[in-house]
């Protein structure tokens, strides 16, 4: 069972993934929380294999949040998601500042996904140790 947290400070967008993550065998979500200086505490409580950050949360931003996890509890990997398209936030997020990021994605830029093409979880086979 892969253990997934949601931290994303819009409700209609947290309560989304939550909603579409379970119902997806495999796949528990164990945490959700709409700020990011609650993350940490959330997360070393529920130990997720996952933790899906919006990169611009009240409390603290998921660039910071994604430093923390990484130094507290690297075995969770981290998946930062946003709706912004501020080139001065996705440039921050590359491995040089987070080294558990490797490739930094912006649909934006090639016109916009249909949300549900977001929504397909990664099939437990497929899945890096």
């Known amino acids: 069972m892969l253990k ?3 931290a994303e400070d819009m409700t209609v967008v947290g309560e989304g ?6 119902r997806q ?11 990011g200086d609650e993350v940490l505490a959330a997360a070393l409580a529920a130990r997720p294999d996952v ?19 990484a130094e507290r509890l690297p075995s969770c990997r981290t998946l930062i998601l946003t709706v912004l398209d501020r080139p001065a936030t996705s440039l921050r997020s590359p491995p040089m500042i987070c080294p558990g990021l490797s490739t930094t994605v912006s649909p934006w830029s090639r016109g916009r996904p249909s949300p549900m093409s ?9 899945r890096s140790p």
């Open 25 to 35: 065998p495999g796949i528990d979500v164990v945490a959700q929380t709409a700020r």
């Open 118 to 126: 977001c929504a397909t979880p990664v099939p437990p086979t497929a």
């Open 4 to 6: 997934v947290l949601i």
């Open 51 to 69: 933790a899906v950050l919006d990169v611009a949360m009240p409390g603290q931003d998921g660039i910071t949040t994604t430093r923390q996890l």
């Open 17 to 22: 993934l939550v909603s579409v993550l379970a």
